[in-house]
């Protein structure tokens, strides 16, 4: 509720005050960036998870926000990004990244040993709701699965959908079956007992939900801004348009209408999977905090 200029001058005479000599301090968003600025430590990171830039309309002060989130990109902290994508974007602003990819926890996403058995008719698609923001793309996937409905009148496609999302699960669209909010373990649970993940945003950051449908063996329907570290097109995901319903139903029909594909999605995506685990991404950055990377 307050003025960005107050709430800004608040915050750093908090940190001020508060602040103990360090080694190293690490800011995780850009509001956090301005405070690692001005914090008393030899080394200053800043490991970004998104262009926050992006989203600005969801942040209380607009505008005045997305200048602040630019900003937080040239105060002089060492730079991490959490995927490629991001270190390409953050590279366009003269910076020199380095790359620290997160990973899933696979006590909670694992693959079932032996595969369901559905009726021959029957494909379970599962999406996460994305907390009633446009850019997750929800209404595109909506319209999507409306268009692969009529177009795959053989099949009896359901929607499920935990999360929060745009639309009720009773709507004028695509009714799906609303699944709420899920802990991890409900989560793994919940792919497992699905056949296809389908997300439509319109960009992301290494998103952790493809990767942990990929990692419980699902075939995995994307767009591709931020997904590059893991999803390649017809070989770990089929990959759709953002902002494109047609695209986004293409995939959908194709996944429904031809199994063996689905299955070598699924296949070659769970191997994929396999490679960010959180040893390995800690690791990774504890190399970069300690300056060996």
Not at 64 to 71: I, K, P, Q
Not at 132 to 151: H, P, Q, S, T
Not at 182 to 207: H, K, M, N, T, V
Not at 277 to 289: A, G, P, Q, Y
Request: glycine share 4%; hydrophobic share 40%.
């Amino acid at each position: 509720l307050l003025p960005l200029e107050f709430y800004r001058a608040n915050v750093l005479s908090y940190i001020r005050s508060q602040a103990r000599e360090a080694d190293i301090v690490i800011a995780t968003y850009f509001e956090t960036a301005l405070a690692a600025r001005f914090y008393p430590a030899k080394r200053k990171l800043y490991f970004c998870q998104h262009l926050e830039s992006l989203f600005y309309k969801e942040l209380p002060h607009n505008d005045l926000s997305r200048v602040d989130a630019e900003v937080s990109y040239h105060l002089g902290l060492e730079v991490i990004a959490n995927s490629s994508w991001l270190c390409g974007q953050l590279v366009n602003r003269g910076l020199q990244p380095k790359l620290c990819c997160n990973a899933i926890n696979k006590e909670f996403f694992w693959p079932l040993s032996t595969p369901i058995h559905r009726k021959n008719n029957e494909v379970v698609l599962i999406s996460y709701g994305g907390r009633n923001v446009d850019w997750k793309g929800f209404l595109e996937m909506a319209r999507a699965v409306a268009i692969a409905r009529l177009a795959c009148p053989n099949y009896q496609i359901i929607w499920r959908v935990y999360g929060s999302a745009s639309l009720p699960s009773k709507n004028d669209i695509a009714n799906y079956e609303s699944l709420g909010f899920l802990q991890q373990a409900q989560l793994g649970e919940a792919y497992r007992d699905a056949d296809i993940l389908l997300s439509a945003s319109w960009y992301e950051s290494f998103p952790l939900f493809p990767l942990e449908a990929m990692s419980c063996g699902l075939a995995v329907i994307s767009t591709q801004l931020g997904t590059e570290d893991y999803c390649r097109h017809l070989e770990t995901a089929y990959i759709v348009e953002p902002h494109n319903e047609q695209s986004v139903a293409d995939g959908i029909i194709a996944l429904v209408q031809q199994r063996e594909l689905r299955n070598h999605i699924a296949s070659t995506g769970l191997v994929e999977s396999t490679k960010f685990d959180w040893l390995s991404s800690v690791e990774r950055m504890k190399n970069i905090i300690e300056g060996f990377e």
